[in-house]
Protein backbone atom coordinates (compact mmCIF):
# COMPACT_ATOMS: atom_id res chain seq x y z
CA UNK A 1 0.00 0.00 0.00
CA UNK A 2 2.69 2.59 0.88
CA UNK A 3 4.59 1.92 -2.58
CA UNK A 4 1.35 2.74 -4.38
CA UNK A 5 0.74 6.05 -2.87
CA UNK A 6 4.41 6.89 -2.87
CA UNK A 7 5.83 6.38 -6.23
CA UNK A 8 3.18 4.91 -9.33
CA UNK A 9 5.71 2.45 -11.20
CA UNK A 10 3.34 2.74 -14.31
CA UNK A 11 3.28 6.83 -14.60
CA UNK A 12 5.69 7.59 -16.99
CA UNK A 13 8.91 9.87 -16.26
CA UNK A 14 12.30 11.02 -17.69
CA UNK A 15 13.84 7.25 -17.45
CA UNK A 16 17.29 5.96 -17.90
CA UNK A 17 16.92 2.30 -19.11
CA UNK A 18 19.25 0.26 -17.22
CA UNK A 19 18.72 -3.53 -18.97
CA UNK A 20 19.88 -1.71 -21.85
CA UNK A 21 22.87 0.67 -20.92
CA UNK A 22 24.53 -1.35 -18.17
CA UNK A 23 27.13 -2.24 -17.19
CA UNK A 24 28.70 0.73 -18.93
CA UNK A 25 31.04 1.07 -21.90
CA UNK A 26 33.11 4.31 -20.22
CA UNK A 27 35.18 6.62 -23.10
CA UNK A 28 37.65 2.90 -23.49
CA UNK A 29 34.71 1.14 -24.96
CA UNK A 30 34.25 -2.61 -23.77
CA UNK A 31 32.93 -5.15 -25.89
CA UNK A 32 30.43 -6.71 -23.43
CA UNK A 33 29.13 -3.62 -22.64
CA UNK A 34 26.14 -1.66 -22.48
CA UNK A 35 25.17 1.39 -24.98
CA UNK A 36 25.89 4.00 -21.86
CA UNK A 37 29.37 5.07 -22.92
CA UNK A 38 29.75 7.17 -19.66
CA UNK A 39 29.72 10.54 -21.15
CA UNK A 40 28.23 12.35 -18.64
CA UNK A 41 26.87 14.67 -20.71
CA UNK A 42 23.03 13.70 -19.38
CA UNK A 43 24.86 15.45 -15.63
CA UNK A 44 26.29 18.38 -17.74
CA UNK A 45 22.88 19.13 -19.25
CA UNK A 46 20.30 19.09 -16.10
CA UNK A 47 19.45 22.37 -14.52
CA UNK A 48 19.87 20.54 -11.24
CA UNK A 49 22.65 18.70 -11.51
CA UNK A 50 21.49 14.95 -10.86
CA UNK A 51 22.53 11.80 -12.58
CA UNK A 52 18.92 10.42 -14.25
CA UNK A 53 20.98 6.94 -14.74
CA UNK A 54 20.25 6.47 -10.32
CA UNK A 55 17.17 6.15 -10.92
CA UNK A 56 14.04 8.77 -10.57
CA UNK A 57 14.96 11.30 -8.26
CA UNK A 58 12.65 14.14 -6.66
CA UNK A 59 14.65 17.01 -8.19
CA UNK A 60 14.34 15.73 -11.29
CA UNK A 61 11.72 18.66 -13.09
CA UNK A 62 11.52 16.38 -15.78
CA UNK A 63 12.52 18.89 -18.58
CA UNK A 64 14.12 15.96 -21.01
CA UNK A 65 17.26 18.03 -21.33
CA UNK A 66 19.26 14.73 -20.92
CA UNK A 67 17.02 12.81 -23.13
CA UNK A 68 17.97 14.98 -26.44
CA UNK A 69 21.97 14.74 -25.11
CA UNK A 70 21.79 11.15 -24.64
CA UNK A 71 19.62 10.54 -28.11
CA UNK A 72 22.55 12.74 -29.86
CA UNK A 73 25.13 10.93 -28.41
CA UNK A 74 23.53 7.67 -29.38
CA UNK A 75 23.86 8.86 -32.98
CA UNK A 76 27.32 9.33 -33.09
CA UNK A 77 28.08 5.75 -31.84
CA UNK A 78 25.16 4.10 -33.94
CA UNK A 79 23.29 3.64 -31.16
CA UNK A 80 19.30 3.69 -31.40
CA UNK A 81 17.37 6.66 -29.23
CA UNK A 82 15.70 6.25 -25.94
CA UNK A 83 18.45 5.02 -23.28
CA UNK A 84 17.13 7.76 -21.51
CA UNK A 85 13.61 8.38 -22.52
CA UNK A 86 9.77 8.90 -21.06
CA UNK A 87 8.80 5.99 -19.94
CA UNK A 88 7.23 4.02 -16.64
CA UNK A 89 9.68 2.12 -14.34
CA UNK A 90 7.14 -0.72 -15.67
CA UNK A 91 7.77 -0.18 -19.02
CA UNK A 92 11.56 -0.42 -18.68
CA UNK A 93 11.45 -3.39 -16.43
CA UNK A 94 8.24 -5.59 -18.75
CA UNK A 95 8.30 -3.53 -21.91
CA UNK A 96 4.58 -3.32 -21.21
CA UNK A 97 2.64 -0.02 -21.11
CA UNK A 98 -1.23 0.41 -19.54
CA UNK A 99 -2.33 3.73 -19.70
CA UNK A 100 -5.59 2.82 -17.39
CA UNK A 101 -4.83 1.79 -13.92
CA UNK A 102 -7.14 2.61 -10.84
CA UNK A 103 -4.81 5.94 -10.01
CA UNK A 104 -6.48 7.37 -13.25
CA UNK A 105 -9.70 6.38 -12.42
CA UNK A 106 -9.43 7.77 -8.53
CA UNK A 107 -7.86 11.25 -9.83
CA UNK A 108 -10.70 10.89 -12.81
CA UNK A 109 -13.57 10.13 -10.12
CA UNK A 110 -12.09 13.40 -7.64
CA UNK A 111 -11.74 15.62 -10.68
CA UNK A 112 -15.49 15.30 -11.34
CA UNK A 113 -16.30 15.60 -7.82
CA UNK A 114 -14.16 18.86 -7.56
CA UNK A 115 -15.77 20.31 -10.72
CA UNK A 116 -19.18 19.53 -9.44
CA UNK A 117 -18.66 21.19 -5.78
CA UNK A 118 -16.59 24.46 -7.82
CA UNK A 119 -20.22 24.47 -10.55
CA UNK A 120 -22.14 24.30 -7.25
CA UNK A 121 -20.71 26.94 -5.27
CA UNK A 122 -21.07 29.07 -8.61
CA UNK A 123 -24.27 28.63 -8.71
CA UNK A 124 -25.14 28.93 -4.63
CA UNK A 125 -22.78 32.39 -4.16
CA UNK A 126 -24.38 35.37 -3.48
CA UNK A 127 -24.69 37.57 -6.05
CA UNK A 128 -24.15 41.34 -3.84
CA UNK A 129 -22.58 41.68 -0.37
CA UNK A 130 -23.16 44.18 2.11
CA UNK A 131 -21.68 45.52 5.55
CA UNK A 132 -22.13 48.12 7.58
CA UNK A 133 -18.73 49.90 8.45
CA UNK A 134 -17.87 52.47 11.42
CA UNK A 135 -15.70 55.42 10.16
CA UNK A 136 -11.89 55.30 11.23
CA UNK A 137 -10.82 56.88 13.59
CA UNK A 138 -12.86 58.02 16.71
CA UNK A 139 -15.94 55.67 17.42
CA UNK A 140 -18.21 59.11 17.55
CA UNK A 141 -17.85 62.79 17.11
CA UNK A 142 -19.46 65.21 20.05
CA UNK A 143 -19.81 68.62 18.08
CA UNK A 144 -19.44 71.63 21.18
CA UNK A 145 -21.09 74.51 18.79
CA UNK A 146 -24.48 72.62 17.88
CA UNK A 147 -24.29 69.91 20.66
CA UNK A 148 -24.84 66.72 18.81
CA UNK A 149 -23.02 63.12 18.82
CA UNK A 150 -22.12 62.41 15.73
CA UNK A 151 -21.65 58.56 14.20
CA UNK A 152 -19.83 58.26 10.89
CA UNK A 153 -20.85 54.81 8.91
CA UNK A 154 -20.07 53.41 5.43
CA UNK A 155 -22.85 51.34 4.01
CA UNK A 156 -20.26 48.65 2.07
CA UNK A 157 -21.89 47.26 -1.41
CA UNK A 158 -20.56 44.79 -3.54
CA UNK A 159 -22.06 44.14 -6.62
CA UNK A 160 -20.52 40.54 -7.10
CA UNK A 161 -22.31 39.39 -10.30
CA UNK A 162 -21.52 40.05 -14.05
CA UNK A 163 -24.31 42.40 -14.68
CA UNK A 164 -25.31 45.84 -13.33
CA UNK A 165 -27.31 46.06 -10.24
CA UNK A 166 -29.65 48.64 -8.40
CA UNK A 167 -29.71 48.24 -4.53
CA UNK A 168 -32.33 50.07 -2.52
CA UNK A 169 -31.64 51.04 1.00
CA UNK A 170 -34.06 51.15 4.19
CA UNK A 171 -32.68 52.60 7.35
CA UNK A 172 -34.31 52.22 10.75
CA UNK A 173 -33.01 53.71 14.05
CA UNK A 174 -33.66 51.94 17.03
CA UNK A 175 -33.80 55.81 19.12
CA UNK A 176 -36.72 57.81 17.40
CA UNK A 177 -35.42 60.99 18.45
CA UNK A 178 -32.29 60.23 16.27
CA UNK A 179 -31.77 61.37 12.55
CA UNK A 180 -29.47 60.49 9.93
CA UNK A 181 -28.10 61.73 6.64
CA UNK A 182 -27.80 59.34 3.29
CA UNK A 183 -26.96 60.59 -0.27
CA UNK A 184 -29.98 58.68 -2.07
CA UNK A 185 -32.20 55.83 -1.26
CA UNK A 186 -30.76 54.06 -4.03
CA UNK A 187 -27.15 52.96 -5.71
CA UNK A 188 -26.36 51.19 -9.53
CA UNK A 189 -23.46 49.12 -9.12
CA UNK A 190 -21.34 48.16 -12.44
CA UNK A 191 -20.47 44.50 -12.31
CA UNK A 192 -18.03 43.35 -9.56
CA UNK A 193 -18.16 47.00 -8.78
CA UNK A 194 -17.91 48.44 -4.64
CA UNK A 195 -18.86 51.60 -3.31
CA UNK A 196 -19.18 52.80 0.22
CA UNK A 197 -21.89 54.99 0.84
CA UNK A 198 -21.55 57.28 4.05
CA UNK A 199 -24.58 57.43 6.82
CA UNK A 200 -24.18 59.76 9.43
CA UNK A 201 -26.10 59.61 12.72
CA UNK A 202 -26.86 62.51 14.44
CA UNK A 203 -28.45 63.27 18.18
CA UNK A 204 -28.98 65.92 20.53
CA UNK A 205 -26.52 65.77 23.05
CA UNK A 206 -29.33 66.70 25.61
CA UNK A 207 -31.67 63.63 24.47
CA UNK A 208 -28.86 61.18 24.57
CA UNK A 209 -29.37 58.20 26.70
CA UNK A 210 -26.86 55.62 25.88
CA UNK A 211 -25.86 53.43 22.74
CA UNK A 212 -28.91 52.12 20.16
CA UNK A 213 -28.98 50.29 17.24
CA UNK A 214 -28.74 50.97 14.27
CA UNK A 215 -29.92 49.22 10.77
CA UNK A 216 -29.69 48.92 7.07
CA UNK A 217 -31.56 46.93 4.66
CA UNK A 218 -30.24 46.51 1.64
CA UNK A 219 -32.86 45.28 -1.47
CA UNK A 220 -32.43 43.60 -4.60
CA UNK A 221 -35.12 42.58 -6.13
CA UNK A 222 -36.66 39.68 -3.79
CA UNK A 223 -33.13 39.38 -2.34
CA UNK A 224 -32.60 41.44 1.04
CA UNK A 225 -29.39 41.98 2.90
CA UNK A 226 -30.10 43.38 6.81
CA UNK A 227 -26.82 44.75 8.28
CA UNK A 228 -26.68 46.56 11.79
CA UNK A 229 -24.20 48.67 13.93
CA UNK A 230 -24.34 50.38 17.38
CA UNK A 231 -24.45 54.19 17.10
CA UNK A 232 -22.33 54.95 20.58
CA UNK A 233 -22.19 58.01 22.65
CA UNK A 234 -20.70 59.80 25.58
CA UNK A 235 -21.47 57.77 28.85
CA UNK A 236 -24.89 58.45 30.89
CA UNK A 237 -23.39 57.91 34.43
Known amino acids: MCRFLLF ?16 RRGTEGADAAGDCIDC ?8 TGIDIRNGTQLECVGCSNCIDACDAVMHKVGKPDGLVRFDSQNGIETGKHK ?9 SILLV ?11 WRENFEAQILRSE ?20 IANKSSEE ?7 TLEDGNADYQFPAPEAT ?5 ERRIPLVITQDRAEWDGPFRAQVIVRRG ?14 TR
Open 8 to 23: DFKRGNVTYDPTRGEP
Open 137 to 156: GRNYVLDETTGAVRNIFFVR
Open 113 to 123: LGLSVFMAALD
Open 189 to 193: LRAYQ
Open 40 to 47: YLCVAVCP
Open 165 to 171: QTFSFEI
Open 222 to 235: ETQREVEAQVLGPS
Open 99 to 107: FWRPRLALY
